[in-house]
């Protein structure tokens, strides 16, 4: 017996060709390169951020819809709440080891690292964020590459403006993207010889699989009924928050090939 495909929502159906721009982007091909060391790691470090922001479009969400202040009162919206529950168990929910869970991100970035993608600026990040830095000076100071702070940087203002159902937009747009089906391939081709390899792959997989996108933008759909101009709203920030995503991948790609153009310059100066 086969089980239906679910209904895409007006959000999946508006990203759909973007989605298929973003798993198949260029990028992900020229990241085969044995030469391609500097552009791992960059595309790595870009990456790891994207997923940071990701969850914390998730944290933002949970604070709009949830109970978080004392008194307690019941929600208004008991399936709204349910919802952003399932959301942050797929979120927060992963395997790292039998007995003890992390986050996506934080499985992401452990991948990264098996990899070999050099990981001191973006857990610099982190380090600064648990301190209780101030977002925009721990991106300025971060000395992550510069088109994914300024990714981040736009996708935090969907947190900023602070409407729920903008946010669960922006949330789908990411997890129906990330991670892009081109990079699950080319970390399984990285690490094909790796003793550990199933054990690694295993979060990513399930990520590339999770119903979080999906139940994300029913969540955004159902919060954007009660707004006139909600279903365009919420259309619009998925479309910008996917937009974001596609833009950095590109601007990866064109600092991929002028690295490229060096490296063959530099060859052709020592011959």
Known sequence: MQTAAPTLTRIESTLESALARVHQHPLWKELDAPDAATDRAQVGLALALAEWSAANLLCALRRALLQTR?????????VASRLVLELSLLEEGCERARGEWCSRSEAFR???????????????????????????????????????VSAAQHW???????WAHEIAAAYAAL????????????????????AERDALLRPLLELNVSPAGHGAA????RLA????????????AASSALGALEALLDQLADQVAA?????????????
């Not at 004392?70 to 008991?78: C, E, K, L, R």
């Not at 029913?218 to 759909?221: S, V």
Request: charged share 25%; hydrophobic share 45%; net charge positive.
């Open 225 to 236: 009924a009660a707004r006139p101009e909600g279903a365009d709203e919420s259309a619009a």
């Open 110 to 148: 452990a991948l990264l690292a098996r990899t070999g993608v050099p990981l001191a600026a973006f857990d610099a990040f982190i380090a600064r964020l648990r301190a209780g830095e101030r977002l925009r000076l721990a991106f300025s100071l971060s000395g992550l590459p510069t088109s994914a």
């Open 156 to 162: 935090q203002q969907a947190c900023d403006r602070g």
């Open 175 to 194: 997890r129906l993207a990330l991670p892009a089906r081109g990079y699950v391939d080319h970390c399984r081709a990285r690490l094909a010889d790796h």
């Open 259 to 271: 690295r490229r153009v060096e490296r063959r310059a530099a060859l052709r100066q020592s011959a």
């Open 218 to 221: 029913q969540l955004a759909e």
């Open 70 to 78: 004392t008194p307690w009162v019941p929600s208004a919206d008991g």
